[in-house]
């Protein structure tokens, strides 16, 4: 705030506590200019959060227009009008808005864009009375800072620009401004709730508060519009580092003119689609949202972070969350990023998905593996750890180098990241902390999908590189978790099954690696549930997760094992919808609006996701049923709301009173980069018939030539349940260690040194003649530490 002295300071200090808008987004949009650094995203007719200067970092909740008449009329454009949003050509982010009052007053029409060359969101703005005369009416502006994620200790105030009149906020070294084409009537900012302009005018149905400093908390800043002279006029709301930046950024853009920085904008969209139809073959972009989708992939990637795509430009739930959920979803998750990057080389994106792979390595932790999300800048958000979060770069590195080569340097340099994710995997798998969901911990049926998948590719980069141990080491605990999926994970004979009619199926998670049919009697507790509510039966809770088995090319998609699991899985999380088939994560899901719509609050209901009827379309291709795969892919299309896909849709009766229609987005996250990158996938896919991203190799080892283990591998954390007769015992400390072990009770012993692997793994290899008797047993002594165990381990050996 500049030092001078203001007349009339603000009442109410810090205001009430301030929450975020609704994350049912109706438009977002960005310039393809590095001079623009703003993002923007509507939702009821209005503006909602704009972000700046990076695209984790929100600085508005909202901006909408007031209207009074005849000094007894109110209406607030947000929540009094029908409202109209659209783009003016799809796959271009300038939006056309309009807004009919629901007394049939007046309309509002907009057009909103970003200056390619300013930090500025630009609006147009018509106002067109439909009863009566404009001079009858009354025209205001209302813009709620919250500048750097918070609403709190906000400072606002009134100043001039060049002799310009402008509204500024500031907070924690961004500043906004806001100007206008039209000149102002009136202008003040004021603490939400008490001394702001919406408290003012809906009691007066008038400006009659002007107020021209606000020190610090929850502010909103209110103009009045000078209408008298034209209905047509243009709002600036630009950013800077502080009121001068800010101040010029809006000046200049309104200079420029809104049809002149309009042209620009539309120019560099239409140039960029127009560089995608250069890349790919027309059929891949015959689906009918392709050009939108993968404008929004584009606009959620950095302009300051190169390659970094955050996750959706929303907040689940928005206006039930305040200060305290600074990230909402505006961070990067690398498994998302990873999907968005394998979108972009479905359209033959190439330079994209480099850029997301460079981003991947620069942002890796030293131990090999991601954290759970990030900031742009790869700081933890979440402290949470997926081992398919360290899985996916690998896959992205080895299919972008398969398919387009690397120069010598970027070979080098991403060898170094997958030897050090592998060495990762190769420690902690295949137990993760938490599945793709984000809530339980144990082997999951998708993350050790993607895990093994990772681990072949880590094994071929290895053997370019030499490190032939790594690479024989990768591939053996590979095929050693592949041979087991089905020991941990395929359950047999439940009342699930039962009421299925199916031998058994796969499972979503085994909490702690136990043969699955020693699962009988044990209990998780579901995250996202009441307590009354989360106990489950662990052999009792599937997931739409086993079809990823077939998506990572380690089992048919014809396997009876993968059919019974579906059977189970469309008995238990298939819901019909007006547009066709949806799924649920998981039975007992929690993460969802409660029954009677209300918003998720750390517990709730789960519902349908889109993202995953394009994956079971995935699968339908897989099957070689291409017209089923096209059905759902229409039935998929039928989610979008404004050509967006939603996080999550209502599967249950309307409740109107809340905006919740079957089969239309829920009030989570809007638009979902995940789900847009799903369906560009499922384009190709469909396209050429065959699954996108599925692995080669798995196919080729596993569903090919059906290769199986030779080892039975035991570990503090895992260890093995049985040896198979003929194969070898594989043993694997974190240190180094001495092993003896016996088959007769100790009468003979032998020893074996552990081997250092290199990559953070000491093992011992028992060879197959070993094991002549009914059992082994061992015990350990620590070479660094000089002492034993003093513990014996026995493991039984079967035929």
């Known amino acids: 705030m500049p030092q001078k002295t203001y007349k009339s300071p603000a009442p109410g200090a810090p205001g009430i506590p301030g929450k975020w808008t609704n994350s049912s987004k109706s438009g977002i949009g960005k310039s393809l200019s590095s001079y623009s650094q703003v993002s923007f995203t509507t939702s009821h007719g209005i503006l909602n959060e704009v972000y700046y200067p990076r695209e984790d970092n929100a600085c508005i909740r909202d901006m909408e227009l007031l209207v009074t008449k005849d000094g007894d009329f109110f209406a607030e454009e947000k929540r009094d009008t029908r409202h109209e949003t659209a783009m003016i050509e799809t796959g271009i982010p300038c939006y056309k808005v309009t807004n009919t009052g629901l007394d049939t ?37 209302l813009l709620a800072p919250h500048i750097s994620n918070q609403s709190a200790e906000n400072m606002g105030w009134l100043d001039e620009y060049k002799g310009v009149p402008m509204l500024f906020a500031e907070r924690d070294g961004i500043t906004l401004a806001l100007a206008c084409s039209l000149p102002w009537k009136k202008r003040s900012v004021g603490f939400v709730g008490v001394s702001e302009g919406y408290t003012d005018i809906s009691t007066h149905k008038s400006m009659q508060w002007e107020y021209d400093r606000a020190d610090s908390g929850n502010l909103a800043l209110t103009g009045e519009i000078d209408i008298s002279s034209e209905d047509e006029f243009t709002l600036a709301l630009a950013f800077g580092r502080d009121m001068n930046e800010a101040a010029q950024h809006a000046h200049a853009s309104l200079l420029k003119g809104f049809d002149g920085c309009k042209q620009l904008y539309v120019k560099q969209w239409s140039d960029w689609h127009q560089s995608i139809d250069e890349r790919k073959d027309k059929d891949i972009k015959s689906g009918k949202l392709f050009r939108n989708s993968v404008a929004i992939m584009r606009m959620h990637e950095s302009f300051h972070f190169s390659g970094a795509v955050i996750a959706s430009l929303s907040i689940p739930w928005g206006n039930t969350k305040g200060d305290g959920d600074i990230g909402g979803y505006h961070v990067v998750w690398p498994r998302d990023l990873v999907e968005c990057s394998s979108g972009f080389l479905a359209f033959n994106a190439r330079e994209d998905a480099l850029r997301v792979m460079n981003y991947l390595m620069a942002t890796q932790e030293a131990d090999g593996h991601w954290p759970q999300n990030m900031w742009l800048e790869g700081k933890p958000y979440w402290d949470g750890l997926q081992l398919d979060q360290i899985a996916f770069p690998i896959l992205l590195i080895g299919r972008y180098k398969k398919d387009n080569g690397l120069t010598e340097h970027e070979s080098k340099v991403a060898w ?17 902390p938490q599945e793709r969901w984000e809530e339980e911990s144990g082997i999951s049926v998708s993350t050790i999908a993607t895990c093994i998948a990772a681990l072949l590719v880590a094994a071929e980069m290895a053997d370019e590189y030499k490190d032939s141990r790594l690479g024989k080491y990768c591939r053996e605990e590979a095929d050693y978790w592949n041979s087991q999926i089905e020991n941990w994970l395929y359950v047999k004979h439940t009342p699930m099954a039962n009421e299925a009619g199916v031998e058994g199926y796969y499972i979503r998670i085994n909490p702690t690696g136990c043969l699955a049919k020693d699962l009988d009697g044990q209990i998780i507790g579901l995250k996202n549930r009441p307590d009354d509510e989360k106990n489950v039966p662990v052999n009792e809770l599937v997931s739409v997760d086993a079809l990823a088995l077939v998506r990572f090319g380690l089992r048919s998609a014809k396997d009876p094992k993968i059919l019974n699991t579906i059977k189970v899985i469309d008995a238990k999380l298939k819901v019909e919808t007006p547009h066709g088939p949806c799924w649920h994560r998981y039975n007992n899901d929690g993460y969802g609006e409660h029954e009677d719509g209300s918003a998720f609050d750390g517990t709730g209901i789960g519902r349908a996701w889109p993202l ?3 994956e079971r379309a995935h699968y339908e291709v897989a099957a070689g049923n291409i017209k089923g795969a096209q059905a759902l892919m229409k039935t998929m299309e039928g989610f979008a709301s404004h050509e967006l896909f ?21 009030g989570s996250a809007i638009p979902l980069v995940w789900a847009h990158a799903e369906y560009v996938k499922l384009c190709a896919s469909v396209s050429q018939k065959k699954v996108f991203d599925m692995p080669d190799h798995t196919i080729e080892r596993y569903i090919k030539n059906k290769n199986e283990s030779n080892f039975d591998i035991w570990r503090f954390m895992l260890p093995c349940p049985f040896i198979k007769k003929g194969n070898t015992l594989r043993i694997i400390t974190e240190v180094s260690a001495t092993v003896s072990w016996s088959v007769d009770n100790w009468e003979h012993v032998q020893q074996k040194d552990a081997i250092d692997g290199g990559f953070g793994i000491h093992y011992i290899d028992v060879p197959v003649d070993a094991f002549d008797g009914e059992s082994v047993v061992f015990t350990f002594y620590w070479t660094d530490a000089q002492h034993w165990e003093n513990k014996n381990y026995e493991i039984k050996i079967i035929k």
Do not use: C, M
Not at 416 to 432: E, H, I, K
Not at 646 to 666: C, F, M, R, T
């Open 105 to 141: 007053l007046y309309k509002i029409h907009k057009e909103i864009i970003t200056d390619p060359l300013h930090n500025t969101v630009l609006q147009k703005i018509k106002f067109e009375p439909i009863t009566g005369k404009k001079d009858d009416f009354q025209l205001y502006v």
């Open 646 to 666: 939603p996080e999550q849709i209502w599967d249950a009766n309307d409740i109107v009173a809340k905006n919740l229609y079957l089969g239309s987005h829920s």
């Open 416 to 432: 170094q990241t997958v030897r050090r994710a592998a060495g990762f995997l190769l420690r902690y798998g295949p137990l993760s």
């Open 612 to 614: 995953l009827t394009g």
